[in-house]
């Protein structure tokens, strides 16, 4: 018979359990009903952890809040491109760069992958374009071109945050593409063991957070700290990673 | 879902205001305490369950019907709590450090004797020594009653990780809470 760890007894608890004979085996042990007895009580002691009461006209209040900010462009249920103007293009350019590059490199590991499998240098797979049959160093350029051209449009959103002297929700709205395209392209680097280029991009989404779903809404005080981070410290760093990335004889 | 529940989805990703203000109330009380659970602070989870449902509203469009729209706004409340809760730190990083949950998380401020155990802060400060991803997964178990599946799917993780993250909290959470519960 199978050792039952804690860890089934949890699942058990929860009702998650696998093994169809568990509850029969913990019922027909009195070592085991007593650790199930134990580890309930433990976890029904949770229960005691109770949230501070909301009247039963939160809902409205919650609604009160927030009507005034749910503008009709964001319940557009087709393509947001459409409505958009130049200007925000950028940022939704970075987003599906990101999208494609994901895409790519993904491809390009299982391909890596069925090359390694097949001991083969280069993976060729039939019906494949070869434009898309990506060696190592080919996703290795495509992340840092396609970083790099990331950077060029923070630093433009940097740029402008900056110097203005109030945010918006169309520039949360940029902030938020630039956050998820900023997620993706760390993923990347992380996938491609680019520890520096990732631990750079993570250090920046704590403020593309921030722009993302603070900056419009912050007192002026907050908005002047974190335009003062902006220009004391980011825009400085994220152009010279961008110069990095632009000279490939420096390892990122 | 009813079929009652899945018209109202459906006008409210067409835009209508009506519509979405019925799942604003509908939700309400339940995004907060997941959101309190998770930050641990009452005005916070306020603005995260404003800022969820601002990211629902503009998310709608995207939202597919096959896949539970109760999981689906947990998952928006989720990601908000963990960025709000990043925010924080990084905003405490820039502050004078004051006493506050990371400490009484740490248990720096309790007074080691003479007082008479709060269950409930015992609860909330080991809650919070939990890491983000194991303080979700075991609220979201424990608390939500959703399934490991679908909790995979709200934290964006495998299943695998998922039902590690939860034994691992439930190991810390025991550790804790041991020495209040008696069986």
Not at chain 2, 3 to 9: G, L, N, R
Not at chain 2, 75 to 84: C, G, L, Q
Not at chain 2, 169 to 176: D, F, G, L, P, Y
Request: net charge neutral; charged share 25%; hydrophobic share 40%.
């Amino acid at each position: 018979m199978k050792h039952i760890t804690d860890d089934d007894l949890t699942l058990l608890y929860y009702g998650e359990h696998e093994n169809p004979e568990l509850p029969a085996e913990v019922a027909g042990s009195e070592e085991l009903s007593q650790r199930f007895d134990e580890l309930s009580a433990q976890l029904q002691g949770m229960d005691e952890w109770m949230p501070p009461a909301r009247g039963d006209d939160y809902g409205s209040e919650v609604w009160r809040q927030i009507e005034p900010r749910l503008t009709p462009e964001y319940a557009e249920a087709g393509p947001r491109w459409k409505t958009w103007f130049a200007g925000l293009m950028q940022p939704r350019l970075s987003l599906a760069g990101a999208l494609s590059l994901v895409l790519v490199a993904s491809l390009a590991f299982m391909l890596g992958r069925q090359a390694s499998q097949s001991e083969s240098p280069v993976p060729q797979v039939q019906g494949l374009p070869s434009s898309i049959a990506l060696s190592g160093m080919d996703t290795e350029r495509l992340l840092t071109s396609s970083v790099s051209g990331h950077l060029d449009q923070l630093n433009l959103v940097f740029t402008q945050f900056a110097n203005s002297p109030e945010t918006s929700l169309a520039a949360a709205d940029r902030a938020t593409d630039m956050l998820v395209a900023n997620r993706l392209y760390r993923k990347s680097a992380e996938a491609q063991g680019k520890q520096q280029l990732a631990r750079f991009l993570a250090g920046l989404e704590p403020l593309l957070i921030e722009l993302a779903y603070e900056a419009h809404k912050a007192t002026p005080e907050s908005l002047d700290r974190m335009q003062k981070e902006v220009r004391d410290t980011l825009l400085f760093r994220v152009r010279v990673m961008n110069q990095q990335l632009k000279q490939p004889n420096i390892s990122t | 879902m009813t079929s009652t529940e899945q018209q109202i989805i459906r006008k409210a990703a067409a835009g209508d205001r009506v519509a979405f203000r019925q799942l604003v109330l509908e939700h309400s009380h339940a995004m907060f305490r997941l959101a309190w659970r998770i930050s641990g602070d009452q005005s916070a989870a306020d603005d995260i369950v404003q800022e969820a449902f601002i990211k629902a509203w503009r998310k709608m469009g995207s939202f597919r019907m096959e896949s539970g729209f109760r999981a689906w706004l947990h998952r928006i409340t989720v990601n908000t709590a963990m960025d709000h809760l990043r925010k924080q730190a990084r905003v405490k990083q820039h502050e004078s450090p004051q006493p506050g949950l990371e400490q009484l998380a740490a248990g720096a401020s309790r007074p080691k004797i003479d007082i008479q155990i709060d269950v409930q802060v015992e609860t909330r400060a080991a809650m919070m020594k939990l890491s983000e991803t194991e303080r979700a997964a075991l609220m979201l178990r424990h608390f939500e009653g959703h399934s490991i599946k679908e909790i995979a799917q709200i934290l964006d993780m495998s299943a695998t990780a998922c039902k590690q993250a939860i034994f691992r909290a439930v190991k810390k959470m025991r550790i804790e809470l041991a020495p209040l519960v008696t069986t």
